[in-house]
């Protein structure tokens, strides 16, 4: 039978002189075991105490993100003071606002609370729908007080509204120093109100509908957007867009056409003098495209468009990736050929939409004969 030593020393001391023994143990180690246990004890409750308004605002920040609903971030603002800021920052990043007659009380109580002010994102402007002519120069006039608090503005965007010659030389004055994507579709420019920013915008990426009232400020936009541009959506339903091809984006890298069969000589004007494009999203029309000169898009990489273009715009430029799509139901699908493995580079993604259209056996044997390429 093994003995341990604990054994060995109950046998020599006995019960009596074993009690003596962690006594004296007590008496002597006592006087630096009772700092340890005491420190372990505050710590753990320490711990205990700590809430969630602890934690780091940007800690909090990111749990809030979390929850889905209006409702339940309105919830949340009425919690504690600290979760309120939280909770409003996130409600209050989209702002959406509609010009209408209570629009007044809306504003000042927005004026009158800068923090909300300076977490607003994207503004979202809308007119009224009616397509009667109606004036907005004193709801743009309120909204124009506005724009010197929102200080963490990201995007705007306008859309059926009767711009002010003040209005848009206030908010000229915000993209002149705050980065901006802007949409301005469907607006009413008054006579007189187009005007060319004295400096440089700092416009990321643009959205806007050309018209015959809008030409000049669209031009004069894009002039002092040249080198801040990177993104452009612009329709090509007018022979407006033909009057903006001598306009250099160097560094326009992210295009789309909405394209108007009657209109496609002037979209292919357009992109044919953007040298840095790298994706390209041609949409609405399924015709071919002028014929377009082989250095023209040399850094093509995506290309989302139809069929006929997909053959036109691949072969020898470096797209990597590619979207097809059809428009019209009773298109011919019989079109997949071997210009998709023309590109100067792997394509690495192929997107066929095959939604309105039939998918018939020659074409499924064309696709299986260009896969080793991809």
Not at 207 to 226: I, N, P
Request: proline share 5%; with cysteine; aromatic share 6%.
């Amino acid at each position: 039978m093994e003995i341990s030593k604990y054994s060995c020393l109950e046998i020599l001391l006995g019960t009596r002189a074993r009690a003596w023994l962690v006594v004296w143990v007590t008496s002597v180690c006592g006087a630096w075991i009772h700092p340890i246990v005491r420190c372990v004890s505050n710590r753990s409750t320490k711990m205990a105490a700590i809430g969630l308004s602890d934690i780091p605002q940007e800690i909090q920040l990111q749990i809030a993100e979390f929850v889905e609903t209006r409702q339940a971030l309105k919830a949340l603002s009425i919690t504690s003071r600290s979760l309120r800021s939280i909770a409003q920052s996130i409600l209050f990043e989209n702002l959406e606002i509609d010009l209408g007659p209570e629009l007044r009380g809306s504003v000042n109580d927005l004026l009158a609370n800068p923090r909300i002010c300076a977490a607003i994102r994207f503004l979202d402007l809308r007119g009224p729908s009616s397509t009667r002519p109606h004036n907005d120069d004193e709801q743009l006039s309120l909204i124009q007080k506005m724009l010197p608090e929102m200080v963490g503005l990201r995007k705007v965007s306008i859309y059926h509204v009767n711009l002010s010659k003040t209005f848009l030389d206030a908010f000229l004055g915000i993209a002149a120093s705050t980065p901006l994507q802007i949409s301005l579709d469907r607006n009413i420019y008054q006579y007189g109100v187009i005007t060319t920013p004295q400096t440089s915008l700092q416009i990321s990426h643009l959205h806007f509908k050309v018209g015959h009232d809008s030409l000049d400020f669209c031009r004069s936009m894009l002039h002092a957007s040249t080198t801040s541009l990177k993104g452009l959506s612009i329709p090509a339903d007018r022979d407006e867009l033909m009057k903006l091809v001598d306009i250099n984006l160097p560094f326009l890298h992210d295009l789309t056409i909405v394209i108007t069969e009657d209109f496609i000589a002037s979209a292919a004007a357009f992109l044919t003098a953007q040298n840095a494009i790298r994706k390209l999203d041609l949409r609405g029309s399924m015709c071919a495209l002028p014929p377009i000169p082989p250095n023209a898009l040399p850094n093509l990489q995506e290309l989302k468009a139809s069929p006929e273009q997909v053959n036109q715009l691949v072969p020898g430029r470096p797209v990597e990736a590619i979207e097809v799509m059809f428009y019209r139901r009773d298109y011919n699908t019989d079109w997949f050929g071997e210009e998709v493995t023309q590109s100067t580079t792997r394509v690495r993604s192929l997107r066929v939409h095959l939604d309105i259209v039939i998918l018939d056996t020659r074409m499924v044997k064309r696709m299986v004969t260009i896969l080793p390429f991809l």
